[in-house]
């Protein structure tokens, strides 16, 4: 029986040892052989099942409940009827009635104090297998095993306690009443705690299955029952994130950061999503505090990029330079220093640090039309037209390279050598006005006039239409905001 019992529920192995020390002194050595080699048989069999035990669970809550709602199931029907409601009282020890906890610990005094052989084995089993159980976790289902013997202790109680008299019923009710209070009052807590578990749980299957809608109502629920997880203001970010809806995945992240502002993960996160959402003005003060504060130095490159974006030129050049003394052969750090040294008005400090990424097989394209639009700027639109050249052999429709290398060629006073650039964009981008501007005044300049006027009536419709089709969406945005705005 003791095996069966080991297998059936496995944090009772406790009980097997003080079984053999009773029967040793009741003088049953024969017995006491028999039932320990019942119990290495199971303890066997439990060891190859892999029953191992959860010490790292919560074992405060063997007296008291705290799980989720599934483990809370039984307490669901007090709803449908006014005796289970009286029966079924939830707190205490939570499983199956709120009193028998106190009750149980009354009668269990009384069988100490009177000594029976016979009740100590019963003491045995309630003590070994509530160690049992607060290793397992102390839960709904590792509690069960203690129920039907605390049952009859708390029978017990009362029965005993009837017999006492005056005084003493008044001093056991008075203790009844005090270990009652001290094992609910945490009770209206660990229900909002299981509540919030509960739909974190839902929250996560709905996203594994795709229901994303879904989803985030669980993940909103879990919050707004108080959950303290840090998970689930990630999820429900990303879940926004996922769904279109950047303003609503940034104000969890201020949420999660208003929550625990020490979190350097989340003042991180904050401040990408800020970028994301163009308010660089927020995101830089965040990735400063990081840096300084926190000592975060590789967080430079998102700092510079948030200072380059505010227009704190100058500060963002202290960062790139100083990111890039910690990595000098990264190749985004000193494209962003020369975009930085070109918005500041550095162009010679620009052009050096485009000319080193030429060898770069990320930013070498991108580095020859900066460093190209630096030079024009400047005028040396013969040093500027190679470059261009370049990225047309690297990349001959890169679309910004043929527009650009056609104005060089244009301001070179060379409009033939610039139409074949222009023709293949305008073949890449039918719909470009500008570039049918371009191709009016190359022809113009060609004296080929009937072409120029054709791309001139071309230019004018392209324009008008993108006009047109701006303007539209200009009206529709202000349209959306506004219902949005009334409906809020």
């Not at 069999?45 to 669970?57: C, K, R």
């Not at 009859?152 to 009844?176: N, T, Y």
Request: with cysteine; glycine share 10%.
């Amino acid at each position: 029986m003791l095996a069966l019992c080991l297998l059936a529920a496995p944090q009772a192995a406790l009980f097997a040892p003080a079984v053999l020390w009773w029967l040793w002194i009741g003088e049953r050595q024969r017995a006491c052989w028999a039932c320990a080699l019942g119990t290495a048989c199971a303890l066997v069999l439990w060891y190859f099942l892999g029953m191992v035990t959860n010490a790292g669970g919560s074992p405060d809550l063997l007296g008291r409940g705290g799980e989720h709602l599934p483990a809370l199931d039984m307490y669901h029907a007090r709803g449908d009827s006014a005796v289970l409601a009286a029966l079924l009282w939830k707190w205490g020890f939570a499983f199956p009635f709120g009193l028998v906890l106190p009750l149980a610990l009354l009668g269990m005094g009384f069988t100490l104090a009177a000594r029976e052989r016979g009740a100590l084995l019963a003491l045995l089993f309630v003590g070994t297998g509530a160690v049992g159980t607060a290793l397992y976790g102390a839960h709904a289902e590792t509690r069960m095993v203690l129920v039907p013997v605390l049952l009859l202790f708390a029978v017990s109680g009362v029965g005993q306690l009837a017999q006492l008299s005056w005084a003493g019923r008044g001093i056991a009710v008075a203790g009844l009443v005090l270990v009652a209070g001290l094992v609910n009052a945490s009770t209206p807590a660990m229900d909002r705690a299981a509540q919030a578990s509960q739909h974190r749980y839902l929250g996560r299957a709905y996203a594994e299955l795709g229901m994303t809608a879904t989803a985030i109502a669980a993940y909103e629920q879990a919050l707004t029952a108080g959950s303290i997880d840090k998970d689930v203001y990630w999820a429900l970010a990303a879940l926004y994130d996922a769904s279109g809806k950047p303003e609503r995945a940034l104000g969890i992240s201020r949420a999660f950061v208003a929550r625990w502002p020490a979190d350097e993960r989340g003042q991180r996160v904050l401040g990408d999503r800020y970028m994301a959402a163009g308010r660089p003005q927020q995101a830089r003060t965040i990735y400063q505090q990081l840096v300084t504060g926190g000592g975060q130095e590789a967080l430079l490159g998102c700092l510079g990029d948030a200072q380059l974006t505010s227009g704190a030129l100058a500060e963002a050049v202290q960062s790139y330079e100083r990111l890039l003394t910690l990595s000098p052969d990264s190749s985004r750090v000193r494209y962003q220093l020369a975009r930085a040294y070109a918005a500041g008005g550095r162009m010679e400090d620009a052009e050096r640090s485009y000319r080193q990424l030429l060898d770069s097989p990320v930013y070498g394209v991108q580095a020859r039309l900066e460093a190209a639009a630096l030079l024009r700027h400047n005028g040396q639109l013969a040093t500027a037209e190679p470059l261009l050249s370049q990225v047309l052999a690297l990349a001959p429709d890169h679309r910004e390279g043929l527009l650009l290398l056609g104005e060089v060629l244009l301001e070179q006073g060379r409009p033939g050598a610039a139409l074949p650039h222009w023709l293949r964009l305008a073949d890449l981008e039918p719909h470009n006005w500008r570039v049918q501007g371009h191709l009016s005044k190359a022809y113009s300049q060609l004296g080929r006039d009937a072409e120029a006027r054709d791309a001139e009536a071309r230019y004018q419709r392209a324009r008008q239409r993108a006009q047109l089709q701006q303007r539209i969406e200009v009206e529709q945005k202000a349209l959306a905001e506004k219902i949005l705005g009334e409906n809020l």
